[in-house]
């Protein structure tokens, strides 16, 4: 099992340039979710899903798109990439939303947006 | 919203000391859980604690949740440098609109000087 898979590991935009961050899971986890971690700041829930075609909105959604047609696959889009979306992202995956199961967490996408 | 403080933010501690981090919530909690994260690395699933004044223990790692649900913390007794890292707690929503969603605290960042 490979786990949760993001690519790519570094990433550097130029302001207004998009991107799509992926994210992609082998353990039939239905919940996964993505999440942005800044020094002093945490991890802060950007999106997730609870399964295929579900989506919802975290704590810090603005400025990024999500969808879900697959179980295994849950890609992060920037539409318009800001110097504030400088960060390291973390697509994570869960057994359920309920199930009290850990969260399995991906290497992270370093990204610098200039 | 729900909200989890975990202090301190920053922890210096010569090898062989004690660490200690606090995680506080706004609101009741059904479970905690505990990751660790290491130097450019992803957090990793430490454990979940369910009841109330739960006390668990891995090796030098003492884990425990508050008797309202609402509060825990993580001792490491004669800390390694193999202990350095940030520590983070993950509080699940007991109720409410927020019920079962996951908030990580800000994370405790800890050195260990040899």
């Known amino acids: 099992n490979a786990g949760v898979t993001q690519t790519p590991k570094f990433q550097v935009l130029k302001t207004g340039q998009s991107m799509t961050l992926q994210c992609a899971q082998d353990m039939n986890h239905e919940y996964m979710s993505w999440y942005r971690q800044d020094p002093g700041m945490g991890l802060r829930l950007i999106h997730y899903s609870v399964g295929a075609g579900i989506t919802d909105q975290g704590e810090v959604p603005n400025g990024y798109n999500v969808s879900r047609s697959t179980t295994e696959d849950f890609p992060l889009r920037l539409l318009s990439a800001a110097p504030s979306q400088t960060s390291v992202y973390f697509c994570?995956?869960?057994?359920?939303?309920?199930?009290?199961?850990?969260?399995?967490f991906g290497d992270g996408t370093r990204l610098s947006i200039l | 919203g729900q909200q989890v403080m975990q202090i301190p933010q920053y922890q210096h501690v010569q090898e062989g000391e004690d660490f200690t981090t606090y995680c506080n919530s706004s609101t009741t909690l059904s479970n905690i859980q505990w990751y660790k994260q290491r130097p450019g690395g992803h957090p990793v699933f430490l454990i979940q604690l369910v009841k109330s004044g739960e006390v668990k223990k891995q090796k030098r790692l003492t884990f425990q949740f508050g008797e309202a649900k609402k509060n825990s913390s993580l001792h490491i007794t004669a800390t390694q440098t193999t202990d350095v890292g940030t520590y983070f707690c993950a509080g699940r929503n007991a109720g409410g609109t927020s019920y079962g969603k996951l908030t990580f605290g800000q994370g405790t960042i800890l050195t260990v000087h040899p």
């Open positions: 994570a995956s869960s057994y359920d939303l309920f199930s009290n199961q850990p969260q399995h």
